[in-house]
């Protein structure tokens, strides 16, 4: 390839600025055109440079990686390589979606192999497709649908939290990927936690506090320091001594909820 491929690079942390950067020194067909250290910076030099290529960094403040893409113009829209630091459920849906990534801290021979599928995909990118598949990953990863997201652009906001729609378990090997919406209840024990789904139980290596993180507290919430339940299987509360509660769910389990914990699905009680 002799033509330049006209690169911005864009992170809010300037060592990782500068450590990709000297990185991409050693790729002769990319030129670093600017770089960029937040969102805002990045879409202003998007509509000015109308790069080929842009190294986005996904966890920013502000305008995050996402709402740079989601804020693009399909008819100007460049290859994206995101920079990430997510977990494997993550990764696996950029596969899924065909677009590239590399992963903090970033390798080189990981870099490498980025930059060939952007040489690869430059001269026959469609940008209207490449829209696509990035709104399809972003759908995949916030949870929110295309028409929500549409919705949400033209009132002036964007998705508050990124709850996947599936919990990714791995397993000698293997990665089961339960949907949120199946899981029952959670209970913590030790250093794993087990997910309780569709009649079978799922062992997750976590900390509940991380796990809480990727369900949304408007359908999970905690009722004791070592159990969070799906408010939509609850199918009837008893009072207990003490300010305490017992939950049955729609499948017979039947959970105690600490007096602790009681404000938190009052709603319901």
Request: hydrophobic share 40%; charged share 30%; glycine share 4%.
């Amino acid at each position: 390839m002799t033509n330049k491929i006209r690169t911005l690079v864009v992170d809010d942390e300037s060592l990782a600025r500068r450590g990709l950067l000297l990185r991409l020194e050693k790729f002769e067909d990319i030129e670093v055109i600017a770089e960029c250290n937040n969102g805002r910076e990045a879409l202003q030099k998007i509509e000015d440079e109308s790069p080929d290529l842009i190294f986005l960094d996904i966890q920013m403040p502000g305008i995050d990686g996402f709402e740079v893409v989601r804020k693009m113009q399909a008819d100007a829209m460049p290859l994206v390589v995101f920079v990430t630091a997510f977990d494997q459920y993550a990764i696996d849906a950029f596969e899924v979606h065909a677009v590239d990534y590399v992963l903090k801290p970033i390798e080189e021979e990981r870099l490498a192999t980025a930059i060939q599928r952007v040489r690869d995909h430059l001269n026959q990118s469609d940008s209207e497709n490449q829209k696509q598949r990035l709104m399809d990953l972003i759908t995949n990863i916030t949870g929110e649908s295309p028409a929500k997201i549409d919705e949400m652009l033209a009132q002036g906001t964007a998705p508050s939290e990124a709850y996947p729609e599936k919990i990714a378990i791995k397993d000698r090997g293997e990665t089961t990927l339960v949907p949120s919406r199946d899981i029952a209840w959670v209970e913590a024990a030790g250093d794993y936690m087990c997910i309780h789904a569709n009649d079978q139980v799922h062992v997750l290596r976590s900390t509940m506090k991380n796990l809480e993180k990727k369900l949304d507290p408007n359908h999970f919430q905690r009722i004791h320091r070592s159990t969070i339940v799906n408010l939509n299987q609850i199918e009837k509360v008893c009072s207990h001594i003490n300010g305490e509660y017992f939950l049955i769910l729609n499948g017979g389990s039947r959970l105690k909820m600490s007096r602790s914990y009681r404000d938190k699905i009052k709603h319901i009680i």
